[in-house]
């Protein structure tokens, strides 16, 4: 049973960071795709981030091109999102997401592509 658990949200200041890590058990570290996604109040769940299997190929909306990073380290089975400059519409709750397959390229789907999710971890920016 692969299960997937986030960490890392909480409250920050508009320009401040964090750190999100989406903990993968109980299936090999590079035999998946990993997701992020995010979902505010009232609107539907997009598309944030993604990195291939082997962590070579990554993908970012335009939202947030230039201000969050993806990585995962696979020895530890966790996949990393770093989110600089925050702006307050960054605000949502962030779901890490796995596909099963190894695959070379990443490019950003939709969220009913991937086959697990994480519970999700609260980011609120705001002054």
């Known amino acids: 049973q692969l299960q997937l658990v986030e960490s890392g949200g909480g409250l920050v200041q508009p320009g401040g960071s964090l750190r999100l890590s989406c903990a993968v058990a109980?299936?090999?570290?590079?035999?998946?795709?990993i997701g992020w996604f995010r979902q505010a109040p009232g609107k539907e769940r997009e598309g944030v981030s993604c990195?291939?299997?082997?962590?070579?190929?990554?993908n970012y909306a335009d939202s947030v091109q230039g201000r969050f990073t993806i990585s995962r380290d696979n020895a530890k089975g966790t996949v990393y999102l770093q989110m600089n400059s925050l702006k307050p519409e960054d605000t949502a709750i962030y779901y890490c997401?796995?596909?099963?397959?190894?695959?070379?390229?990443?490019?950003?789907?939709?969220?009913?592509?991937?086959?697990?999710w994480g519970q999700g971890t609260q980011v609120t920016v705001s002054s």
């Open positions: 997401a796995v596909h099963v397959a190894r695959q070379p390229m990443c490019v950003l789907r939709s969220s009913e592509w991937y086959n697990y």
């Open positions: 109980g299936f090999t570290s590079d035999s998946f795709v």
């Open positions: 990195i291939s299997s082997a962590g070579s190929s990554t």
